[in-house]
Antibody, heavy 118, light 109 residues
Framework: QVQLVQSGAEVKKPGASVKVSCKAS????????MYWVRQAPGQGLEWMGR????????NYAQKFQGRVTMTRDTSISTAYMELTRLRSDDTAVYYC???????????WGQGTLVTVSS | QSALTQPRSVSGSPGQSVTISCTGT?????????LSWYQQHPGKAPKVIIYDVSQRPSGVPDRFSGSKSGNTASLTISGLQAEDEADYYCCSYAGSYTFVFGTGTMVTV
């Protein structure tokens, strides 16, 4: 059974950066894609991007281009999502999810709350 | 890329059927069959219930079904049960290796 375990909650000041990790187990880390989705408090899901763990290639939503970087360390089966120049409206729960090339994700992490506040 | 449009809420009695629409454009929903649906209970991670427009992952009850016509996809829940009360989101491929979620629909039983 695939498990995705994310890093703990973070509190950041505006302008700072945050790096969330997502450690995978129970399956070949380099199979399928790793997606990142966020959800602001009381709001809907927002697609941020996806990473090909095998090649390291990533694709990002236009909204986050230039602010987000998705990487991985295959030696420890861990994916990372770094978001820079944080603003208060980046306050959200950030999820990693393992999914197929056609976009559907069958395994999700528990979510990481990132709070941006001065 | 704008979010796909879903009704804010739908409701039904136990045993009834409800249908949730997901409207996009010819550049996303209308162009591809990479359309999935997620169910999310409060405080929980989303769970996929439909993929590739109408396919159900293993373990998902056949009460959930999906379809698409033109730029609009639909999720139907038949034989509504109390545990179906949740938020539902559609998600479509939008080209250039990107995806977009719908605005979300709250289902009340």
């Amino acid at each position: 059974q695939v498990q995705l375990v994310q890093s703990g909650a973070e509190v950041k000041k505006p302008g700072a950066s945050v790096k969330v990790s997502c450690k995978a187990s129970g399956d070949a880390f380099t199979s399928n894609y790793m997606y990142w989705v966020r959800q602001a408090p009381g709001q809907g899901l927002e697609w941020m991007g996806r990473l090909n763990p095998s090649s390291g290639d990533a694709n990002y939503a236009q909204k986050f281009q230039g602010r987000v970087t998705m990487t991985r360390d295959t030696s420890i089966s861990t994916a990372y999502m770094e978001l820079t120049r944080l603003r208060s409206d980046d306050t959200a729960v950030y999820y990693c999810a393992k999914g197929r090339s056609s976009g559907w994700c069958d395994y999700w992490g528990q979510g990481t709350l990132v709070t941006v506040s001065s | 890329q704008s979010a796909l449009t879903q009704p804010r809420s739908v409701s039904g009695s136990p045993g009834q059927s409800v249908t949730i629409s997901c409207t996009g454009t010819i550049s996303d929903v209308g162009a591809y069959n990479y359309l999935s649906w997620y169910q999310q209970h409060p405080g929980k991670a989303p769970k996929v219930i439909i993929y590739d427009v109408s396919q159900r992952p293993s373990g998902v009850p056949d009460r959930f079904s999906g379809s698409k016509s033109g730029n609009t996809a639909s999720l139907t829940i038949s034989g509504l049960q109390a545990e179906d009360e949740a938020d539902y989101y559609c998600c479509s491929y939008a080209g250039s290796y990107t995806f977009v979620f719908g605005t979300g629909t709250m289902v009340t039983v």
